[in-house]
């Protein structure tokens, strides 16, 4: 199983990017799918989740401009950005929780696409 994480960019500030984070593999099913973002010299923080119902959840700090989506029958997470912030500069990682069938019967694993990097500038 490999998560593929795309559309980072630099932008200015006020502008918009749309980040999207692809699985493949023997994928029985996704669960829960987040974004995850690390500015330099911070912590990993969260950004954004979306439940297998369509459930979201935002961090304060990106309330109200991202919007978290998902595509189940691309087995595809995206994340729309809009009105970013220089604040908002960071590598952007996507997480799977993924359904496998194995010899011990389905077993979910947590997956981690390889980060795309955002920058706004001022």
């Known amino acids: 199983v490999q998560l593929q994480a795309s559309g980072g960019g630099s932008v200015q500030a006020g502008g918009s990017l749309r980040l999207s984070c692809a699985a493949s593999?023997?994928?029985?099913?996704?669960?829960?799918m987040g974004w995850y973002r690390q500015a330099p010299g911070k912590q990993r923080e969260l950004v954004a989740t979306?439940?297998?119902?369509?459930?979201?959840n935002y961090a304060d700090s990106v309330k109200g401009r991202f919007t978290i989506s998902r595509d189940n029958a691309k087995n595809t997470g995206y994340l729309q950005m809009n009105s970013l912030k220089p604040e908002d500069t960071a590598v952007y990682y996507c997480?799977?929780?993924?359904?496998?069938?194995?010899?011990?019967?389905?077993?979910?694993?947590?997956?981690w696409g390889q980060g795309t990097l955002v920058t706004v500038s001022s």
């Open positions: 997480n799977g929780e993924v359904a496998l069938s194995t010899v011990w019967g389905v077993r979910e694993y947590s997956f």
């Open positions: 593999g023997s994928i029985l099913s996704i669960n829960a």
């Open positions: 979306i439940s297998s119902g369509d459930r979201s």
